[in-house]
């Protein structure tokens, strides 16, 4: 005969009583690990593209670096880079900024590439965020190492005060990961903008000629127009003057697309008044030819 099965020895031994209350308590705290791991992969993408800079050949190899650079960096590090360069307040006063000015990029004949990204916020509200940014690093390490030495999750009352902290802890989380959802679009759609604008015709024109897009005017030292006059001098000058005439026509066999047209002026005597790098010398005694302009290069300001 078959033994009848003892229903009391088969039985799964009964689970404590707060161990649904702790299971709820797993699942929050790891939503929260999952919401701080989202928070720093954009913060690295933040982080490794907020400033490059780089000849124009190089600057792929020079963001690579800076990606793998971010890629390693701890949540304190990461928020560190953003309250330390990223994040600025408003000063008060216009023009009261401190301007960066970099100099000496190296070989005058190769281009140079700078990207910098950078939100400006009122004074207070940048306070209140670096203070916020620093609680989030706490709050993660408190998470992390902390979490269970701090609650009780053995017991049902403990369960209770651990879930009502990482709901607190989820909100807070979720926020910063928003706002930094924000600055991080923000940025792709200026980047998106920007390399846009860098391949339009009038970037070339500006990079090729000088001229700022929109009608704001030529920036003179760099334009085309202006070297091209510069170098007629160099085979053209007479004791230090260039005939104007002569440097047009030197021109015109060279680039004859190099009118004064193209840089908003309605003749060459313009160009050189407009551009204020030269000096100027009419010469009226001319004969049936009419007045003679002559023509040479201011000389550079010497830097102290």
Request: aromatic share 8%; charged share 25%.
């Amino acid at each position: 005969m078959t033994e009848p099965i003892d229903a009391s020895r088969s039985a799964m031994p009964a689970e404590p009583d707060f161990v649904t209350s702790q299971r709820e308590v797993q699942r929050k705290l790891g939503r929260c690990m999952f919401r701080l791991q989202q928070y720093e992969i954009l913060a690295k993408a933040l982080v490794g593209l907020r400033e490059l800079s780089a000849p124009a050949g190089k600057m792929h190899e020079v963001r690579a670096k800076s990606v793998a650079l971010a890629a390693n960096k701890t949540l304190g590090q990461l928020v560190g880079e953003l309250t330390g360069g990223f994040l600025k307040p408003v000063h008060p006063e216009p023009g009261s900024a401190s301007a960066e000015i970099e100099d000496g990029f190296g070989d005058d004949q190769q281009a140079w590439f700078r990207i910098s990204s950078a939100i400006e916020l009122p004074p207070e509200q940048h306070q209140q965020l670096m203070h916020d940014l620093a609680d989030l690093v706490k709050m993660r390490n408190e998470l992390v190492h902390h979490f269970i030495e701090r609650f009780d999750v053995a017991t049902i009352d403990g369960c209770l005060v651990a879930d009502n902290y990482l709901q607190g802890c989820y909100e807070s989380i979720d926020g910063h990961f928003l706002t930094l959802s924000a600055w991080v679009e923000g940025m792709n759609r200026a980047r998106k903008a920007t390399a846009e604008f860098l391949q339009s015709p009038e970037y070339l024109n500006f990079l090729v000629n000088g001229v700022v897009p929109d009608g704001k005017g030529v920036d003179w030292s760099s334009s085309r127009i202006v070297q091209l006059l510069k170098g007629a001098e160099e085979g053209s000058a007479v004791e230090g003057w260039t005939l104007l005439n002569a440097a047009i026509a030197s021109i015109r066999a060279k680039e004859p697309e190099q009118t004064p047209k193209k840089y908003g002026c309605r003749n060459w005597r313009q160009v050189l008044q407009q551009s204020q790098m030269f000096e100027i010398r009419k010469d009226k005694s001319a004969g049936e030819n009419g007045t003679l302009v002559w023509y040479r290069s201011k000389p550079m300001p010497v830097r102290g």
